[in-house]
């Protein structure tokens, strides 16, 4: 390709030559801020660490450079599929692109070895697992290197989202290849995973490029769960019926029964997890980048490097563990610029599963607070009552002085209310039954439920029993989950999900501060939901969500709802709050036979409200 202008003599002009690659190699007019500084750094020989958005042309910042200075350009890949993908796209582009990874046989990664050696790739791909063997180096000790891009960077921080274990050692490219300018790549990493990139990979003398993180074609909609598969349909159906799309969920399991769900509600949709098959995985990550209208169901294990441009939503069941997750997820809608949507629903059970799979890690301690902090930083980002794009790009070190517009809280901005009494009574509650009790007792004594708990630890006798009457069941939630969400509470996951009170909430405890609290209609819904008239202590949200629940499994069967369940069961699971098969078989209606047929799904539906 251009490289072949000349030698040293002429250095400067392989220089030149980027604006001529960009036009007649990949067809574009002019770069974009700040793709020519970084091209230019790297093609004099410098090192490079390149923060930037999703879609905002990173493959560019190392593609040019490869081919403008002599040698073929290395890129350390953490995704086969990604590799061939790209190697496909280099190749339509008349590039001499190849890739070395598990799925080549001996003949053909002796073939692919054999063109790195006499000069005629512009590109090799190769798996960072690959890349540290003794026989890969020795093989690029042999050949011309241009450049070493290292993708997906974040990958090396133990903190970070996407540890990859074989990434640590990629500083011995630096101690192999010192005079081979490194470029270091990935679309999100806040200060300390910055610093960590640069210690692990020896990138202290590398010149560091921070794009602007803000996706404005993306609008970011976060609600409370109420009933979740219902809320996923209903956007869908509005908005996305005929769109590409993926939806993360946190469990291997949910996925498969949300894509098999999906698929009944008339949309093609395939499941994505590391436990499937990896010719299936494979098959499914292929249909959702070559063919149209494709829904991937997936866990995390599904997305990074995605080059799919028309992703028109991402959709997250289940709340993220950290805003780093979150914005490399959402950020694979909309690579064409187009308008997208990345939509969420959350609840204060995803916190305690994701605290729950923090405490059964093997991380270090200093690990898991870490851990602990990013979640806290991703429930604020959840609960926050202003612009959440100015709060999402605010966590990333980077500023947006007006509220963006496309956003739900700039679109229909955020009810608030005056919760500073209510808080008060909802953390003398934790304190006075000794932080070692759960949402669901608190409220009871709030409430003043008569209740066997109640009585087994006489808490009928503490001065806030009763004194919560005014705020019904779900009210009460919204109180307790904004409090942890602000880090007034926290969850100890030690005590089967307590309460425990953190020293922030001192001086609102002592009349000293004032809290507003967000008015959360939509988990509050009015009677005018339901033609059913209800009992002031059900909640509405439940009841509706056990209906839904009904409904499925009344039309899986072809039979009347009733016969599943009469409304008088449904209401009374509404009060109990079952949440184990042995306390649900005390529901009136509920026998063997409709237990062991029907427990497990109404027992989910129940959990998943709460």
Known sequence: MFRQMGSAGVYCAAMNNAQQILQSVFGYESFRE???????TVIAGGDALVLMPTGGGKSLCYQIPALARPGCGIVISPLIALMQDQVSAMRQLGVRASYLNSTLDADEARTVERELRSGELDLLYIAPERLTQPRCLAMLEQADIALFAIDEAHCVSQWGHDFRADYLQLTLLHERFPDIPRIALTATADERTRTEIIQRLDLAQAEQFIAGFDRPNIRYRI???????????????????????????????????????????????????????????????????????????????????????????????????????YYQETGRAGRDG???????????????????????SDGSEEHKRAEQHRLNAMLGLCEITTCRRQSLLNYFGDTLHQPCGNCDTCLEPVDTWDGTEAARKALSTVYRTGQRFGVNHLIDVLRGADSDKIKQFDHQQLSTYGLGKELDNTQWRSVFRQLVARAYLSVDI????????????????????????RRDTGVTPTRQQTKTALPADIDVGLWEALRECRRELAEEQGVPPYVIFHD???????????????????????????????????????????
């Open 338 to 360: 187009e308008p997208a949507d990345a939509w969420m629903i959350y609840g204060l059970q995803d916190v305690i599963k994701l605290r729950q799979m923090m405490a059964n």
């Open 568 to 610: 008088r069961s449904l209401k009374e699971m509404c009060v109990v709050l079952p949440r184990t098969p042995e306390e649900f078989g005390y529901i009136t209606g509920v026998g063997e036979r409709k237990l062991d047929k029907y427990g497990a799904a109404f027992l989910r539906a129940i959990n998943e409200y709460l």
């Open 34 to 40: 700040p793709q020519d500084a970084i091209i230019q």
């Open 494 to 517: 030690a005590q089967f999900g307590a309460l425990r009170l953190e020293e922030k909430c001192r001086p609102l405890l002592r009349g000293e501060q004032d809290i507003q609290l």
């Open 223 to 325: 609600a409370l769960k109420n009933n979740p598969r219902a809320q996923l349909l209903h956007f869908l159906k509005d908005e996305h019926a005929q769109d590409a799309g993926i939806v993360y969920c946190l469990s291997r399991k949910k996925t498969e029964e949300i894509s098999l769900w999906l698929q009944g509600q008339g949309f093609n949709a395939l499941p994505y997890h590391a436990g499937l098959p990896s010719s299936l995985r494979a098959d499914h990550q292929a249909r959702f980048l070559r063919e149209e209208g494709v829904i991937v169901v997936a866990t995390i294990a599904f997305g990074m490097g995605i080059d799919k441009p028309d992703v028109r939503f991402v959709a997250h069941l289940d709340m993220p563990k950290t805003v780093e997750s």
